[in-house]
């Protein structure tokens, strides 16, 4: 019992120290985490790489790569809530969920911590600026581009989407219809729906083939339309004729690319998403930068993200993958 | 089992103790818990410069306090030989049904009124399927996990309740003195309700009597079923409770909200000692674990170790906690 008691004094006496001391350790490296949805991801292991690389070229900058190890707000909070025990520098997160984080990331703000939301976003109040992997226009640009590039002499292009519905899918074609003055020779004959369904995004691409025998290529904003629509091109032995393209997984994509079927296709690059959080993170973390509407942000290689009036900004085009990188990054996500 | 001990001095009566108390208390569950906590106090001290601090120390007792309320009123049910395995989604569904309230312009204390109502309802509609219908409590509460569950999901979709009142955001944020916030207060206010009505209350008696013999409980004069019924009302209450504070905590409501939490309690209170089997488990031991718990993972969040390693420490915790008194009991009477 005594020794019993003897530990509950020491512990006390331990406790009792601790409220005097102070947090102001010095600190000679810039600490920004790198806040994920879960850990064990492949996209977001991809963006830690990313970081990693920002802060090789920024030096003196330590990278703390942490998430919960489910996608849930809750086990976020706790990551934050130890982020803000260690007084880091900056929180660059992925949110699971916009709301819930609010109060949690609220506190790393008040106690001086620098917090910037990437991928998925937080509510405007819970953080200082957002970054989005691409914007509407840039991805309605790209995916045009994409076919336009392998049709030196101008073609038929149709376009096979989700749902009637699908709000981004829409807003892209939109984007799209807008900047086809950019891309002469390239007509648009038809837009198709798959409505995300593996089979009927088959059937659906299968069909364009039958009406369309000039088809020159298929671009799929979807990344179940696209997997669909190369299958059908391959099995009706076109690859190298109808070249696939639009918005794809490098995972799903590595065959497509492998038979011909696709020559390229894109997607927002986890490494460069990584990199330009760290980067623009580091900036405004040292008061280079300030997350203003209208302000602008040095993203290194990046360049430069401009944000808007929600203090969220675009990093760049989508990603182009094809047969020169598609193995590196099969494996990734 | 402390207090009501008078009954060991009657002669006639076999003596349920032949220790003698400082013996019993040193070698008892809670007193190795007590060192196993302050071993890993010590250990997180001197593994990160930033756990010696009054406001992280107070951020860290948020990992545990909403999970503990439950365990508590978790740990009477479980040692009265039941368990309740709905008590994660009887939060989500509280929770959603705080988010319509404050949609239809509820204030704070409608907020707190609708919270704990919809933990008392969820908690008696276990209540029936185990007392009246005769379900096994661990096939009617996975059932209405799902069920309570679900019923969030179809309310809310992939939506989002919002725009909580400003006062309402004290329960799960606010601070009643200094780094003291209200819900560590709650918390400790909870643990002595609990330890009292357990250790000094006819109905803590029979509590542990049902644990041990239900049917011989029932030959005794205890209403059986009335117990197990408040048991369940209790644990929907606490749930209600923590729904409030966790939704004030998140400032919103979602479905997915506090996912896997009742195996998390439910760890809690085993490692509080109580056995799973019902019949034996003190409160003080489940408040040790509760502190345990926060600290692991607080000290282990602190040295950015990745969660699927505390997960794997936490069951290492359990197996051990749990294993150690046995082969102590078996080496000593080899």
């Known amino acids: 019992m005594i020794r019993f008691k003897n530990l509950k004094l020491a512990a006390g006496l331990l406790l009792a120290s601790s409220l005097f001391s102070s947090t102001a350790f010095a600190q000679d490296n810039m600490r920004i985490a790198l806040v994920v949805k879960a850990l064990g991801i492949g996209f977001f292991e991809a963006a830690a790489k990313g970081a990693e690389e920002a802060a ?45 984080l609010v109060p949690a990331l609220k506190k790393a703000m008040q106690r001086g911590i620098t917090v910037i939301s990437w991928d998925s976003g937080v509510a405007e109040e819970g953080r200082q600026m957002h970054l989005n992997p691409s914007s509407n226009a840039l991805i309605g640009n790209m995916i045009i581009k994409l076919a336009a590039d392998h049709l030196p002499d101008g073609g038929q292009v149709a376009v096979l989407s989700a749902t009637a519905t699908a709000t981004n899918q829409n807003i892209w074609i939109d984007e799209m219809n807008k ?144 047969s020169s990188n598609i193995d590196e990054f099969k494996s990734i996500f | 089992m402390s207090g009501s001990n008078t009954a060991t001095e009657v002669a006639n009566v076999i003596p349920d103790r032949i220790k003698s108390r400082l013996e019993q208390s040193l070698k008892s569950w809670e007193s190795l818990l007590m060192l196993v906590a302050i071993a890993i106090f010590i250990a997180n001290s001197f593994a990160s410069p930033y756990f010696l601090n009054a406001w ?76 009246r219908l005769g379900l096994p409590s661990i096939v009617a509460t996975i059932g209405t996990m799902s069920l309570f569950r679900g019923i969030s999901y179809i309310i809310l979709g992939d939506q989002a309740y919002r725009g909580y009142p400003a006062d309402f955001a004290f329960f799960g944020q606010g601070y009643v003195f200094w780094v003291i916030s209200f819900e560590f207060v709650l918390f ?52 209600g409770v923590a729904a409030i504070c966790l939704t004030s905590r998140l400032g919103s409501t979602r479905p997915s909200i506090a996912t896997g939490w009742e195996l998390e309690i439910v760890t809690m209170v085993v490692l509080g000692g109580v056995n799973i089997l019902g019949g034996s488990g003190t409160l003080p031991g489940v408040v040790i674990a509760a502190f345990v718990m926060g600290l692991v993972t ?37």
Request: glycine share 12%; with cysteine; charged share 15%.
């Open chain 1, 56 to 100: 090789g070229e920024l030096g003196n900058v330590e990278i703390i790569y942490t998430g919960p190890t489910d996608t849930t707000a809750e086990g976020q909070i706790e990551v934050i809530n130890s982020l803000i025990a260690q007084n880091v520098d900056a929180i660059a997160i992925s949110a699971n969920d916009p709301d819930a």
């Open chain 1, 179 to 322: 900047v086809m003055g950019d891309y002469p020779g390239i007509e648009v004959v038809t837009t198709v729906y798959g409505d995300d369904l593996a089979d009927k995004s088959y059937r659906e691409a299968q069909g364009l083939m039958q009406s369309y025998p000039d088809l020159d290529a298929i671009i799929a904003p979807t990344s179940v339309g696209i997997v669909a629509a190369a299958q059908a091109v391959d099995d009706a032995g076109k690859s190298g004729e109808i070249n696939v393209t639009g918005l794809g997984l490098p995972s799903e994509m590595a065959g497509a690319i492998e038979s011909g079927a696709s020559k390229s296709f894109a997607i927002w690059n986890p490494i460069d998403l990584g990199y330009s959080a760290t980067m623009i993170a580091h900036a405004l973390a040292s008061d280079k930068a300030k997350a203003e509407a209208g302000s602008e942000i040095p993203m290194g290689r990046m360049g430069t993200i401009v944000l808007d009036d929600t203090t969220s900004g675009a990093m760049a085009d989508p990603f182009v993958y094809d």
């Open chain 2, 56 to 131: 992280n120390l107070s951020d860290a007792t948020f990992n545990f306090t909403e999970k503990a309320y439950i365990a508590f009123a978790l740990a009477l049910l479980i040692i009265a030989g039941e368990i309740d395995l709905s008590v994660a989604a009887i939060i989500a569904l509280a929770s959603t049904a705080m988010g319509a309230a404050v949609q239809a312009g509820a204030g704070t204390p409608v907020l707190v009124l609708v919270g704990l109502g919809t933990g008392l309802l969820c908690g008696a509609f276990n209540g029936l399927l185990v007392t």
């Open chain 2, 188 to 239: 400790v206010l909870l643990a002595i309700v609990y330890s009292i009505l357990l250790h000094k209350t006819n109905f803590g008696r029979a509590v542990y009597a049902i644990g041990n013999n239900p049917t011989g409980a029932l030959f005794s004069g205890i209403r059986v079923a009335r117990v197990k019924f408040i048991l369940f009302l209790l644990t929907g209450l606490m749930a």
């Open chain 2, 298 to 334: 607080f000290g282990l969040g602190l040295l950015n170790v990745p969660g699927i390693v505390m997960s794997i420490v936490i069951g290492a915790l359990l197996i051990g906690v749990i294993a150690l008194p046995r082969l102590w009991s078996k080496w000593k009477h080899r």
